[in-house]
């Protein structure tokens, strides 16, 4: 049997890992998994198209509740996504939700704009047009990008809502990889990407300001940190990810990795296959981890994962 999914771009190499392992202990179950976007896998697994779907998107109440099937959603990875940027100099700079959201409105244009300095006393700041480079509707790393922005910028959250206007210096690139090349090749340029994306890619990141004041660095200590701050938060049946978790150490644009699957509508054998790769990548599959784009999920995490699993396929 093949099990079929699709979803975010970057989670196809973690899953052609774990397919590859999956499959050499139950060689008569093989996963095969699309490289798309959150969005078009949570659409090709609501309409039964394909066994799961993966993504960086939490899904919305309508999603959770559609009378004729609805989806479920279990973490199986940690996400983390770091501002990157292409300046002179490489100096660690500083950033809160407000000024990333300032930049990303278009309301600070040059990275000699006061409001960078006065976060970054003795920075090199050049008299240099700030490049935005973002990603497509629809992708995971947007989603949560902006989720964390709208959650720490009330003007942000509004100007979402209303009727926006195209930011002249605004360019997109579908792939994470397109984004890093493009802010590495283009002087003041600004994005996005999962933090270890970052580190291999050699690009320069910031610190980011967290839910207590602190401006802390992403790093595993601060990742795990933040993943095990919001353990009690991931299974709240809420709209939205959880982001910006509580505790100095956290590092704020820290989310969850999903899994998305029916809640009925499958037929037994193809279930019973889902359950045992899914419990497998919340238990063995977690030490593959390493390199794939995401961290591992806090063990009390993944046991809880594992417990609403058997809750929903059995």
């Given amino acids: 049997m093949v099990l079929v999914g699709s979803g975010s771009s970057l989670a196809g190499s973690l899953l052609g890992v774990w397919g590859k392992g999956f499959n050499q202990q139950h060689p008569a179950i093989q996963v095969a ?27 919305t109440n309508k999603q959770k509740n559609n009378a004729n099937l609805r989806l479920a959603q279990i973490p199986i990875a940690v996400f983390s996504i770091v501002p990157v940027y292409n300046l002179p100099g490489r100096s660690e700079l500083r950033f809160t939700g407000e000024l990333l ?10 990275w000699n704009d006061e409001r960078i300095a006065k976060l970054n006393p ?5 008299d240099l047009a700030i490049t935005l480079v973002q990603r497509p509707e629809g992708t995971g790393s947007r989603y949560v990008f902006t989720e964390f922005l709208a959650k720490t910028s009330p003007e942000f959250r509004r100007w979402t809502k209303g009727p926006r206007h195209d930011v002249s210096s605004e360019v997109e690139e579908d792939l994470s990889q397109r984004m890093a090349g493009k802010v590495m090749s283009t002087p003041g340029a600004i994005g996005f990407v999962s933090w270890s994306f970052a580190v291999q890619s050699g690009l320069a990141y910031g610190r980011v300001q967290n839910s207590s004041g602190k401006f802390v660095q992403a790093s595993l200590a601060s990742i795990s940190a933040a993943a095990a701050a919001m353990r009690e938060l991931v299974f709240v049946n809420s709209p939205g990810p959880p982001l910006d978790a509580p505790g100095e150490n956290s590092y704020p644009l820290t989310s969850f990795v999903w899994a998305y699957l029916p809640v009925s509508g499958m037929a037994s054998e193809r279930t019973d296959n889902l359950h045992e790769f899914l419990n497998w990548c919340l238990g063995e599959g977690q030490s593959l981890m390493a390199g794939q784009g995401y961290d591992r999920l806090p063990e009390p995490v993944a046991a809880r ?3 609403k699993l058997q809750a929903l396929l059995r």
């Fill in 33 to 59: 998994y699309v490289s798309t976007s959150s969005s078009d896998g949570i659409q090709q697994v609501g309409t039964l198209h394909e066994d799961f779907a993966v993504g960086e998107a939490a899904l």
């Fill in 101 to 110: 959201a300032q930049m990303y409105m278009g309301h600070i244009s040059n």
């Fill in 122 to 126: 003795g920075a090199l700041l050049p």
């Fill in 305 to 307: 994962a594992q417990v």
